[in-house]
C-alpha cells in the first residue's frame, strides 16, 4: 500500500501567522490527494481535493500543491479555528490511505 | 445537504462482531456516490477500511478483508458495516463518509459522519 508522510508531527505557529503541512507519497499518486482537518471531537473536514481545490465553503486562506509524490498545505493568517490535527490522504489506488496527521497547535 | 449518521453498539466483547449502520439523509443511496468507513482510535490517526457502491461493489483494505463486510439498505437508505472476531485493537471511532464519484472512480471523502465510539472489551 502506498505510505503517506507527514511532516512536521507538529507545528507550533502564532496566530496570524502562515503554517505549512508537508505530504510524501512513497508512490506517485498523480494529484489524487486530499487535506482534511479535524478539532478535537471532531469529524475530519474536507478542506482540499485534487491536491489544490478548495473544498465548498473552505476560506481562501487554505491553499494545497503539488502532484505526484510531494505535496503542500498551506495556511495564510492562521486564525483560532485553524488550530487542529491535519491529514493528507491519497485516493489513487486501493488501499486508500492517510498520513499520520500534522497537529498545529498555538506557539 | 448529505448528512450521514453512526450508530450501534458502544462496546462488543472480544471475539465478537463489530455491527454498525450509517443512515444517509439528503441524497439517495443509489446516486453515483461510494460510502466509506473509516475509523480511528483513540488517540491515534484515521485508518481507511472499505467503501460500497449501490451496484454492491466493494473495496477492502487488504489486512482487513478477510473480516470485513459492508452493505446497503436501499429501502432504508443505509449502509452498514460489519467486523467479525473483533480484537481490543478494533476499539475506535467509526465514521462513515461519502466518497465523491469521478468517472466511476471513488474519491475524497465528503461529509463524514460525527463517528461512534466502539469499544471491544469483555
Known amino acids: 500500500e502506498i505510505v503517506m508522510t507527514q511532516s512536521p508531527a507538529t507545528l507550533s505557529v502564532s496566530p496570524g501567522e502562515r503554517a505549512t503541512v508537508s505530504c510524501r507519497a512513497s508512490?506517485?499518486?498523480?494529484?489524487?490527494l486530499a487535506w482534511y482537518h479535524q478539532k478535537p471531537g471532531q469529524a475530519p473536514r474536507l478542506l482540499i481535493y485534487?491536491?489544490?481545490i478548495r473544498a465548498t465553503d473552505i476560506p481562501a486562506r487554505f491553499s494545497g500543491s503539488g502532484s505526484g509524490t510531494e505535496f503542500t498545505l498551506t495556511i495564510n493568517s492562521l486564525q483560532s479555528e485553524d488550530f487542529a490535527v491535519y491529514y493528507c490522504q491519497q485516493y489513487d489506488k486501493w488501499p486508500r490511505t492517510f498520513g499520520r496527521g500534522t497537529k498545529v497547535e498555538i506557539k | 445537504q448529505v448528512r450521514l449518521q453512526e450508530s450501534g453498539p458502544g462496546l462488543v466483547k472480544p471475539s465478537g462482531t463489530l455491527s454498525l449502520t450509517c443512515a444517509v439523509s439528503?441524497?439517495?443511496?443509489?446516486?453515483?456516490?461510494?460510502w466509506t468507513w473509516v475509523r480511528q482510535p483513540p488517540g491515534k490517526g484515521l485508518e481507511w477500511i472499505g467503501e460500497?457502491?449501490?451496484?454492491?461493489?466493494?473495496n477492502y483494505k487488504p489486512s482487513l478483508k478477510s473480516r470485513v463486510t459492508i452493505s446497503v439498505d436501499k429501502s432504508k437508505n443505509q449502509v452498514s458495516l460489519k467486523l467479525i472476531s473483533v480484537t481490543a485493537a478494533d476499539t475506535a471511532v467509526y465514521y462513515c463518509?461519502?466518497?465523491?464519484?469521478?468517472?466511476?472512480?471513488?474519491?475524497?471523502?465528503?461529509?463524514w459522519g460525527q463517528g461512534t465510539l466502539v469499544t471491544v472489551s469483555s
Open positions: 485534487g491536491a489544490s
Open positions: 439528503g441524497v439517495s443511496i443509489t446516486t453515483s456516490n461510494w
Open positions: 460500497i457502491f449501490h451496484s454492491g461493489s466493494t
Open positions: 508512490e506517485s499518486v498523480s494529484v489524487n
Open positions: 463518509a461519502r466518497a465523491r464519484d469521478y468517472a466511476d472512480f471513488p474519491t475524497w471523502l465528503d461529509p
